[in-house]
């Protein structure tokens, strides 16, 4: 049993509405000092066996065909430290 | 180093890559032949994007303009082809545009971001004019239902409108949804949208008035859409960091929300000018389109756009197609008031130039003088095609192919099953479910109706009281297009203009969005030659014109392309909204009348399609003059009250017509059917044919109306009991139907 | 006398307002704009939170418009007894408020779903139900992607408990909230929020198939004629 | 300058339809041994000075009333190793 964090981020160059949004909201609400928000997914992934190379690889496969839309999205891949 | 016209005059024989940038080598001559020395990379930024098809229609324009020359004389029409959207008069004052266009190749790429931007761009269109946008629709086709592609790129393209659309608090009205596999690798999203405003309120795209400020407002310019541009920042300033930039545009429809809000207030502060939205080729066509309709010149100072990604280098700028911008032009004494109301919206609006009489649109970039054109040689005077077209060779064979060898069937119970979980006769709930009917309180016929209609008179407060209402509907039926591409584009009107009519309205106007595959091939070109050819002459016989529309080329895989398909929008007025006849069979115990001849016609039909899937013979004949009858009949009884409910009858012939009518509310009917032959009567697709449900005392003051008019009319029976009866021939439960006709797109895509 | 006064809130992205000022004059009383920007509740004697997509409905629904300068002046006074009513977006500005408890999260079927719900009344003593009967059913536009409730154990137990549970789906839950859940109020009843929109359902002509969202509108109406 | 990051997760007994879904149509796409899959938030917050204490306790307040949900949602703050 192993848990693997798998981070999508937007491409730097794609617009992140999400993020601006926030930004834009936030001198409001009194927070200062930020310059800037980018909002992302975080999928925790819980796997049956060890996290080996075999079951990484496994994870980045789905990681890159299924998780992350690769046309506007990055995402990188990492075993949780228990 | 940047190319301004200075470098661009000391090395005239400096190489560019016009190639890369889709222009023929005769085009650059030209460029070079107007400007009397080579462009500077940001003019040929300029040329290539609005010289490009997309652009400049460039290989359609000669057939195009039969719209204007075969057009009927119409009072309606305010403001014609030509404009972002065409404008047309609905009385009382007020005035509506509308106008579809299509996003296919970018819904295929990115379906999400491809149909929602592809809706964001139509409703800036519609904005532009200076109306309050009020409903979208939608035209989608994909590859066969259960084919891999389909799974992938329909629900993206569907949760891509919905969540734009929604979001903008824009009623989703409309539209349709239809498979065929010469659709995979090529979907279509054509999106519809309607705006309304008062007849004095018009805004056109014009640059008028030396000294006035040029505004641009709205969204950041970011590296969007500029996949041509980076072979240009890489020619000339060998920077790998520009080399990869997005071909995929991100949608922000709060920004585009804000906007819309944000524009209504400023048309009501009289505070604008002029007003372009930025679509396709951004600054460049908004700049060179603004400055060839006004006065002539316009200077701006490319500097000051506001960028998301500071790295954006001019030519980058001039081709970026982010979303959600408007550019203005304001009098100096407005502009402060223009500025504050963009910021009690949160929208940031910057100037960035002035309008001259030089008749020159010149641009600079860190004080050099980067841009020195005529505008109107880019905007206006793009290359004209007389593209060589021929009948494919195919075509006889193919019409020679007649459906009557096909085995025609005896269990016409099962067969109307089949027909109704077919995928394209199937309910289409699993799609409209996700798009908001309801917001702004004004729609009064959406899905499952024929067409949409809205209640007007609250749109706009403080505009004229008026009870009218407008219906739109649009059609397309690619396999009769692929037959005869003539009869086809015919057939696509003649549906819209019927299903406008079933509501009661009376249609008045038409944009259209021809689907095709590429111009270079002879053989499409035919069949868009034919398609614009039969759909000018048939706006010409029912007496509605086109008010604007879209072109969509290269729709092919190889050397494939997709059925010929013109989708065909047709926008009509009820006189009283509150007369407006609803969907189908309404109540018990009404007459159920069938108006129109049903012939043997079989030709691309969805029997022929589902059953055997044979394509062949000939579509349907388009009796127009059969339809124009049909549509006063129908606009005199909606007026007069006479029907109760309504459906046309279309794909998939009166059976389906009556299974769908016993749907809309759980009615079902019992009927008997006029001709010898079940099967044709049941499934043939004639034309100009509708069904209606009448009272019984409304029904000889019916029939008069349909006598005058010469138009045929049987009374089948009547509506009430649990199930859908055709005497002698069938009777299916409602319930089962509803099981048929609701479980097809849900066993696809899930519940 | 004058008519009741109901405040209708705007925020960057509310959609509905026109509908819901609509559906107040419908009913006799005066509706008034109240603008998200603004400290100043125009002495309104009730206040409807309109649906739509505040923000964009980024981050989370109704995360951001809680902090709006209005909801500075709303949130004290909707503890101290104004009446106010959130659909949809309003009922998840509401709840990011903490004016009500729990959330609302994402469809569980995980689709935007725009259909005609049959609902079931089971409160008719708040605020913004007096005219409805306990167990009446009526028929409501729903229109949303993120409106499953949801809430911990105890607060739903305290909800079903407290009579607080004031709408119910009937025939199907459209987002799988728990408890098949609709709508709640505070304590006190003088806050409802719903994910329904009551605003659609006002007029023959227009929007859903049914007028049962009138019943909203006069009870609020007529809870001030009768103080 | 510094990056923060701020992850945002459902807690663990509110449902997760989007990480079921996910979880649902791994078998499908080959993809076995995961046991479960929860989808949240990842926010990328560019501060304009340093990470200190006093920066990072004004990004823990923003998670804390902005960022996340905390009737729903759980929160993590880490600085980004550069
Ligand atoms: N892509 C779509 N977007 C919105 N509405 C749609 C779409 N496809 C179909 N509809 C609506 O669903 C209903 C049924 O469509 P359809 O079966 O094509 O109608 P008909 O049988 O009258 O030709 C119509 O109200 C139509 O406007
Ligand atoms: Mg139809």
Redesign the interface.
């Known amino acids: ?1 192993a848990r693997v964090i798998v ?5 730097p ?10 930004a ?3 001198p ?2 009194g ?1 200062s ?17 060890p996290a080996d190379e075999a ?1 990484l690889a ?1 994870v980045r ?2 990681a890159e ?3 992350a ?1 690769t ?2 999205e990055d995402y990188s891949v990492r075993v949780e430290a228990q | 180093m940047i190319d301004s016209v200075t470098r661009a005059t000391e090395t005239p024989d400096e190489p560019q890559p016009y190639a890369e940038l889709g222009m023929k080598a005769d085009e650059y001559e030209r460029v070079r032949a107007i400007l009397g020395r080579r462009p500077t990379s940001s003019e040929l930024a300029i040329y290539s994007v609005m010289w490009s098809e997309h652009c400049s229609y460039k290989s359609s324009k000669v057939h195009l303009r039969q719209f204007g020359t075969k057009a009927p004389k119409s009072d309606a029409l305010l403001v014609g082809m030509g404009e972002n959207a065409g404008v047309v008069d609905i009385g009382d004052g007020w005035a509506a545009t509308f106008k579809i266009e299509s996003h296919n190749h970018p819904s295929y790429v990115e379906p999400h971001q491809g149909a929602a931007t592809g809706v964001g761009g139509i409703v800036r269109d519609i904005m532009s004019m200076g109306a309050r946008p009020v409903a979208v629709m939608d035209a989608l086709r994909f590859g066969a239902l259960d084919a891999p592609d389909t799974r992938r790129v329909l629900p993206g393209v569907v949760e891509g409108i919905s969540s734009y659309g929604n979001c903008l608090g824009l009623p989703n009205i409309g539209g349709e949804l239809a498979f065929d596999p010469c659709y995979i690798g090529n979907p279509l999203v054509n999106a519809l949208c309607v705006g309304l405003l008062r007849k004095d309120q018009i805004k056109l795209a014009t640059a008028p008035g030396p000294g006035n400020k040029v505004v641009l407002f709205g969204a950041r310019t970011g590296p969007d859409g500029i996949g041509g541009a980076s072979v240009l920042a890489s020619a000339t300033f060998e920077d790998e960091s520009h080399a990869k930039r997005p071909a995929v545009q991100v949608g922000d429809p709060f920004m585009e929300k804000l906007l819309i809000e944000c524009c209504l207030e400023l048309f009501e502060a009289d505070v604008v000018v002029g007003i372009q939205d930025l679509g396709a080729a951004g600054v460049s066509c908004a700049t060179t389109e603004l400055a060839a309709k006004g006065t002539g010149g316009m200077r701006v100072d490319l500097g000051l756009v506001p960028l998301r990604d500071p790295s954006l280098l001019p030519e980058e700028i001039l081709m970026s197609e982010s979303q959600e911008r408007m550019m203005a032009v304001v009098t100096p004494e407005d502009i402060d008031a223009f500025m504050a109301i963009c910021a009690r919206w949160d929208v940031p609006a910057t100037v960035i130039g002035e309008v001259t009489d030089t008749g020159r649109l010149v641009m600079t970039w860190k004080g050099d003088v980067i841009v020195d054109i005529p505008p109107g040689t880019a905007a206006d005077e793009g290359p004209v095609y007389e593209r060589p077209f021929h009948e494919p060779e195919a075509q006889a064979a193919l019409n020679a192919d007649d459906p009557v060898r096909l085995a025609r069937p005896d269990d016409l119970r099962a067969t109307l099953l089949t027909l109704l979980g077919s995928s394209n006769l199937a309910s289409k709930e699993w799609v409209t479910s996700q798009y908001d009917r309801y917001v702004r309180g004004n729609t009064v016929l959406a899905m499952p109706a024929d067409a949409g209609v809205l209640r007007i008179g609250e749109v706009m407060p403080g505009a004229e009281e008026t009870d009218r209402g407008i219906a739109l509907a649009t059609d397309g039926n690619g396999r009769y297009a692929r037959l005869d591409p003539y009869a086809g584009a015919q057939l696509a009107l003649a549906e819209a203009y019927r299903n406008v009519a079933v509501t009661g309205a009376r249609p008045l106007a038409v944009t259209n969005c021809l689907n095709f595959g590429s111009p270079e091939d002879p053989e499409v070109m035919w069949q868009f030659a034919e398609a614009v050819r039969g759909l000018a002459d048939a706006c010409k016989t029912l007496g509605v014109p086109v008010t604007g529309g879209n072109v969509s080329f290269y729709n092919q895989t190889g050397s494939t392309p997709i059925h010929p398909t013109p989708v065909v929008g047709v926008l009509g007025v009820l006189d009283d909204v509150r007369k407006r006849v609803p969907h189908g069979f309404t109540a018990p115990d009404l007459k159920i009348v069938l108006l129109g001849d049903t012939r043997d016609e079989f030709g691309g039909s969805e029997w022929a399609h589902v059953v055997h899937g044979h394509l062949g013979g000939l579509p349907p004949a388009a009796d127009l003059e059969a339809e124009r009858s049909l549509g006063g009949v129908l606009v005199d009884a909606a007026g007069r009250g006479l029907i109760e409910g309504s459906h046309d009858v279309s794909d998939g012939g009166l059976a389906v017509a009556l299974a769908e009518a016993c749907l809309a509310r759980g009615v079902g009917g019992t009927v008997e059917l006029p001709g010898p032959d079940a099967f044709v009567d049941l499934f043939s697709e004639s034309t100009a044919r509708v069904l209606l449900a009448v009272r019984p005392e409304s029904y000889d003051a019916l029939a008069e109306l349909c006598a005058r008019r010469e138009v045929p009319y049987y009374c089948l029976g009547m509506t009430g009991g649990p199930a859908l009866r055709v005497e002698g021939v069938l009777e299916v439960p409602v319930e089962e139907l509803r099981a048929v006709h609701e479980g097809a797109l849900p066993a696809v895509f899930g519940s | 006398m004058s008519a009741a006064r109901v405040g209708v809130v705007t925020f960057p992205g509310t959609l509905d307002d026109q509908d819901a000022a609509r559906a107040v004059r419908h009913a006799g009383g005066e509706a008034v704009p109240l603008w998200h920007a603004d400290r100043d509740l125009k002495g309104v004697d009730a206040v409807f939170l309109p649906g739509g997509f505040s923000y964009g409905d980024y981050l989370r629904c109704g995360a951001i418009s809680r902090f709006a300068p209005l909801m500075e002046e709303l949130i004290p006074a909707a503890r101290a007894g104004l009446p106010v009513l959130g659909t949809c977006n309003g009922f998840q500005i509401l709840c990011e408020a903490h004016l009500l408890p729990g959330a609302l999260t994402r469809n569980e079927g995980l689709h935007y779903v725009c259909r005609d719900q049959r609902i079931l009344v089971e409160n008719a003593a708040t605020a913004w139900t007096g005219d409805y009967t306990p167990g009446q059913e009526i028929l409501l536009p729903v229109k949303h992607g993120e409106g499953r409730y949801v809430a911990d154990t105890a607060t739903i137990g305290a909800l079903e408990s407290g009579g607080q549970i004031v709408f119910r789906y009937l025939g199907g839950n459209p987002n799988g909230s728990m408890n098949d859940i609709a709508g709640i109020s505070n304590e006190a009843g003088n806050v409802v929020g719903l994910m329904p929109h009551p605003e659609h359902a006002v007029e023959e002509l227009t929007g859903a198939p049914s007028v049962d969202g009138r019943g909203f509108f006069t009870s609020i109406l007529k809870r001030f004629v009768n103080l």
């Not at chain 1, 160059?13 to 926030?22: C, F, V």
């Open positions: 049993m981070d999508v981020m937007l491409k160059e794609i617009l992140d509405p999400q993020g601006q949004a926030i834009r909201a936030l409001r609400l927070f000092g930020i310059s800037e928000i980018r909002q992302g997914k975080r999928f925790e992934v819980e796997i049956e066996g079951a496994d496969k789905m065909t299924l998780l839309n046309v506007i």
